[in-house]
């Protein structure tokens, strides 16, 4: 269990500036944040839906979210794939058709840069879209799976334990397991099911950090919304950056309440300032 440390009096809460750059107001949260960065920082970032959501992926709990009226909570779990698992493949088909066509944004380049650029980086992501890794980001840990890959419902003994499957538009709904004839279903972590253990300690380990970013995510669901109290547990400098605030608010270091993908922008022409003697 991780320890929670109580909330912290000095943190920083920045939200939007009228019209403006957030990096004009001098002092402000982005050159708090780029201070910190330096060559050799361990820098740990969690992302979630928020991070895809500038490339036109709908987050799962904003106004867009729903899809014919279901709730990511009533179609992400293995006892609906169980009732109906036409109804449950027909969401992640239509997903993955959608997200086939979306390109990552500036907050999946500028983190993919950093993954290169700063050797103790890694990149723990909720979201199953494969974005981060089309960017080209280095060290990525996918906490929930991915929506690419597929397994055998069976677990039949024929099959890979999972295997890539980039078929957009699947044929036939439900898609059939090619080796024993049974249903697959998405390889992606659902409501009910454990982290996959190696996963889990990997992003234990990437708590031990001097940075730990929390990115376009609600910070409801639960492990992933934990990792940055372990995070400020081993004393990481915390900093969320979200449109809104979240649950996690009270335990930051700072808040910046903005758009990752503009966020992201500004910090890294900060660090374009600084990087020449920073590098
Ligand atoms: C922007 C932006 C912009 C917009 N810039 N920001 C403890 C307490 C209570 C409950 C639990 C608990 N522990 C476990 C549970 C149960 C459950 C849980 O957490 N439930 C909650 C709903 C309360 N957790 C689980 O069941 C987990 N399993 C588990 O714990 O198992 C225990 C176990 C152990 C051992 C053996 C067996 C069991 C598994 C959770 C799996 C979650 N799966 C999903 C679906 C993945 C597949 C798929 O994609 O279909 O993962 S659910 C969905 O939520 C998805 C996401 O990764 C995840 C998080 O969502 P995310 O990314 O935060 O998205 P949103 O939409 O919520 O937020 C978007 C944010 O972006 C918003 O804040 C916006 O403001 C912001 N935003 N535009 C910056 N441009």
Avoid at 120 to 132: A, E, P, R, S, Y
Avoid at 239 to 266: F, G, H, M, R
Wanted: glycine fraction near 8%.
């Amino acid at each position: 269990m991780m320890r929670r440390n109580p909330p912290k009096p000095d943190a920083h809460l920045c939200t939007p500036l009228d019209g403006g750059s957030l990096a004009k107001a001098g002092r402000d949260p982005l050159h708090r944040l780029a201070d910190r960065i330096k060559a050799d920082s361990r820098i740990t970032v969690l992302t979630g839906a928020g991070v895809s959501a500038a490339s036109g992926i709908p987050t799962f709990r904003g106004p867009d979210g729903l899809w014919k009226n279901f709730r990511p909570e009533e179609l992400a779990t293995p006892e609906a794939f169980e009732r109906d698992p036409r109804l449950v493949w027909e969401w992640y088909d239509w997903r993955r058709q959608f997200i086939a066509r979306c390109k990552p944004n500036r907050a999946h380049e500028v983190l993919a840069l950093w993954s290169q650029r700063y050797p103790k980086f890694t990149l723990i992501t909720q979201n199953v879209d494969g974005l981060h890794e089309r960017a080209d980001t280095a060290n990525v840990v996918r906490f929930h799976g991915s929506i690419w890959e597929v397994l055998c419902w069976n677990g039949c003994a024929a099959s890979p334990k999972r295997w890539r499957d980039e078929t957009v538009p699947f044929p036939k709904i439900p898609p059939h397991c090619p080796h024993c004839g049974g249903l697959i279903r998405p390889g992606v972590v659902w409501f009910g099911e454990g982290i996959d253990p190696v996963v889990l300690s990997c992003s234990q380990d990437a708590l031990d950090c001097d940075i730990f970013l929390s990115i376009g995510t609600s910070s409801i669901v639960q492990p992933a919304a934990s990792l940055i109290h372990g995070a400020d547990a081993n004393g990481a400098f915390t900093v969320e950056i979200n449109v809104e605030t979240t649950a996690a608010a009270s335990y930051l270091d700072l808040s910046i309440q903005s758009p990752a993908e503009k966020t992201l922008e500004e910090v890294e022409n900060l660090l374009g300032g600084l990087g020449k003697k920073n590098r």
